[in-house]
């Protein structure tokens, strides 16, 4: 899987955009980008993924620059409750085998402020 | 609700002991994971099990067992064989066929004292 490279932390303000970048500059032409996030002491929480274009849904948008190599999710109105470490992954979907498994870095703290 | 569970939250246990976390989903997931994770550490996988009855050693199998002989329940042994044992240990699940998005567990916080 490519290795990914993100910010330690990140602060932003409640109610206003949260933009998480990630930079993937070795990401393959197969190679998925994936986004969780963890709030402190729980489990893990799928966000969302893509492979080339933009996507969106109910928790965030993510935006692939047209080149793979990097990413951004967006959380278009921060709320407290998003603080958490957001993690940017990166692999082969549908791979099987001993590829199962997802690659946590050490990912981003973003806090928001009241 | 459909969710996975994982019980008890919090578990201590005396150095040298086996103990046993449990991980159950209704989520009708073929696919199931533990992962372990330490202070300001990323996930480890320990074992996963894509369907009934099959498991495979992930990248810290050393000192865990675990068995899948229901399609809901994934529970996993920590022996003491494994040295550091303290950890946060979290379950996932996958539907597999093709979707790998992994749910998560809310995790199980083993201290060996």
């Known amino acids: 899987d490519a290795k990914t490279t993100q910010p330690t932390s990140m602060d932003c303000a409640e109610g206003r955009a949260a933009n998480l970048p990630c930079n993937h500059s070795t990401i393959s032409g197969n190679e998925y980008v994936y986004w969780y996030r963890q709030i402190h002491s729980q489990g893990p929480q799928y966000i969302i993924h893509?492979?080339?274009n933009n996507e969106t849904n109910e928790m965030a948008s993510l935006i692939i620059t047209e080149d793979r190599k990097s990413s951004t999710l967006i959380l278009p109105h921060a709320t407290l409750r998003d603080t958490a470490v957001y993690y940017c992954i990166v692999r082969v979907r549908n791979s099987g085998g001993s590829n199962y498994k997802l690659t946590f870095g050490k990912g981003t703290l973003l806090t928001v402020n009241p | 609700d459909g969710g996975i569970t994982q019980s008890p939250k919090y578990l201590f246990r005396k150095e040298g002991q086996n103990v046993t976390l449990s991980c159950e989903q209704n989520?009708?997931?073929?696919?199931m994971y533990w992962y372990r994770q330490d202070p300001g550490q990323g996930l480890r996988l320990i074992y996963y099990?894509?369907?009934?009855?099959?498991?495979q050693k992930g990248d810290i199998a050393e000192g865990y067992s675990v068995s899948r002989e229901k399609k809901e329940s994934f529970p996993l042994t920590v022996t003491s064989a494994q040295k550091n044992p303290t950890a946060f240990y979290l379950c996932?699940?996958?539907?597999?066929?093709?979707?790998?998005?992994?749910?998560f567990g809310p995790g199980t916080r083993l201290t060996v004292l």
């Open positions: 099990s894509q369907i009934v009855n099959d498991f």
């Open positions: 996932a699940s996958s539907i597999g066929r093709g979707r790998d998005e992994q749910f």
């Open positions: 893509g492979l080339k």
């Open positions: 989520l009708n997931h073929d696919a």
